[in-house]
């Protein structure tokens, strides 16, 4: 079985966490429209795929595991948060 370097490592933990930053941002920008579950499937696929390469970083480093974690993190509040909340209230 080959080996990945830690540049190799590195650059797939990156990519990974930049996919699933899109898709966040996607899955907010078209929280309305027809597409809206497609897009959210593909958000809760690179969730998880976040999630496994935060599991995997613990391995190589702190960090590492704490960029992923963070990336993580941006995700979940990205799904969550609702930024229109002020808008019905008046404000």
Request: aromatic share 10%; proline share 3%; glycine share 12%.
């Amino acid at each position: 079985m080959p080996e990945f370097g830690p540049s190799t490592a590195s650059w797939c933990l990156a990519g990974v966490q930049v996919m699933g930053l899109t898709s966040a941002w996607l899955t907010r920008l078209t929280h309305q429209s027809a597409c809206a579950a497609s897009y959210q499937r593909v958000f809760y696929l690179f969730m998880g795929l976040v999630g496994v390469a935060t599991m995997a970083a613990l391995v190589m480093g702190p960090g590492r595991c704490i960029a992923c974690g963070a990336t993580l993190s941006v995700m979940v509040l990205a799904a969550t948060w609702d930024f229109g909340a002020g808008r019905d209230l008046g404000l």
